[in-house]
């Protein structure tokens, strides 16, 4: 089954302490993307990649790292979350660059930072 | 920078009904797409429609049909015979070239019975 994959979808955590959302896609997709959802506000675009090694930011970077080392991965690092980084959050991929192709999303991970 | 605005944070309609669900978009751009996504209570994130703006016929699934106003940056969506699945927040999204995915704020739909 085509999809993309989040994991965990429900983490507590404490300030400051490291973690990573991984996401996985199998359907060969170049492009992902990080969201983060909030009330009010819609999804709000982190970091996006277009391909293998190429990453860039989108609206609200800060606090947050990535990496695409591996077409079919791209987690979402967060070095020493704070509480404003309490959210939901979403993956999504896409196979058209640039093209304005449909976004498959995974299915989401609340975080929350006490 | 290019911004989405949905001015309706929460609608009602009664089954059977059609509602129209309004987002206006600010660019200087020329080559775009719009989307309307649909995240029922389950959080999936679901694409109803897509339109790109270089077609000035307005794109049309089922139920589901935009009004695309490309000079005055509109892009509503129309759902018919609207449906009690259908209560869901509705995203209008815009997506320049290059990979930009901007989303409004959201629509909060309640289809009533």
């Known amino acids: 089954e085509a999809q993309v994959t989040q994991n965990p979808r429900y983490l507590i955590t404490v300030t400051g302490k490291k973690l990573t959302v991984t996401c996985s896609q199998n359907m060969n997709h170049e492009y992902m993307s990080w969201y983060r959802q909030d009330p009010g506000l819609g999804l709000r675009q982190i970091y996006y990649?277009?391909?293998?090694?190429?990453?860039d930011k989108g609206d609200v970077p800060e606090g947050y790292k990535v990496s695409r080392k591996e077409k079919r991965n791209f987690p979402l690092i967060l070095e020493s979350p704070s509480p404003n980084q309490t959210s939901l959050y979403f993956c999504a991929s896409s196979p058209r660059v640039g093209a304005g192709g449909e976004l498959f999303f995974g299915e989401g991970s609340r975080l929350t930072v006490l | 920078a290019q911004t989405v605005t949905q001015s309706q944070p929460e609608m009602s309609v009664q089954e059977a009904e059609t509602v129209t669900l309004s987002c206006t978009y600010d660019t200087s751009e020329s080559n775009y797409y719009l989307f309307w996504y649909k995240q029922p209570p389950s959080r999936q994130m679901i694409l109803v429609i897509r339109?790109?703006?270089?077609?000035?016929q307005n794109a049309t699934e089922n139920r589901f049909s935009v009004n695309f106003q490309k000079a005055a940056k509109s892009f509503s969506l129309k759902i018919s015979d609207s449906q009690l699945g259908d209560t869901a927040m509705y995203f209008c999204a815009f997506f320049l070239y290059g990979n930009k995915l901007v989303f409004g704020a959201g629509t909060i739909l309640r289809v009533k019975s």
């Open positions: 339109q790109e703006a270089y077609k000035q």
């Open positions: 990649s277009m391909n293998v090694e190429v990453t």
